[in-house]
């Protein structure tokens, strides 16, 4: 059974960071290419952070110098290192894992919420 499992969300101030996490199994989890996005309430899934299995990495302009996207393999999970948070990255992040436009896989979503 596929599963993604995100995990590390929370309440944080302007500022300030937090690290998501995102544990697959299920699945040979090296051979997908892993992504995050994430939905604000009223507003569209949008891509934040894209990794390749090949370890490439792309960012939209919106969190790129801010967002880092990582993967390890042997752990089967992937990380989002989200630096200097606004309130607009205030939205529930999901993981995505891609082997082809008809094999994805999502998780739950975390809630991320950046308030004062």
């Known amino acids: 059974q596929v599963q993604l499992v995100e995990s590390g969300g929370g309440l944080v101030q302007p500022g300030g960071s937090l690290r998501l996490s995102c544990k697959g199994s299920?699945?040979?989890?090296?051979?997908?290419?892993m992504s995050w996005y994430r939905q604000a309430p009223g507003k569209e899934r949008e891509l934040v952070a894209v990794i390749t299995s090949g370890g490439s990495t792309y960012y939209p302009d919106s969190v790129k110098g801010r967002f880092t996207i990582s993967r390890d393999n042997a752990k089967t999970t992937v990380y989002l290192q989200m630096n200097s948070l606004k309130p607009e990255d205030t939205a529930v992040y999901y993981c995505?894992?891609?082997?082809?436009?008809?094999?994805?896989?999502w998780g739950q979503g975390t809630q991320v919420t950046v308030s004062s």
């Open positions: 995505k894992a891609s082997y082809s436009d008809s094999i994805t896989y």
């Open positions: 299920g699945f040979t989890f090296s051979y997908y290419g």
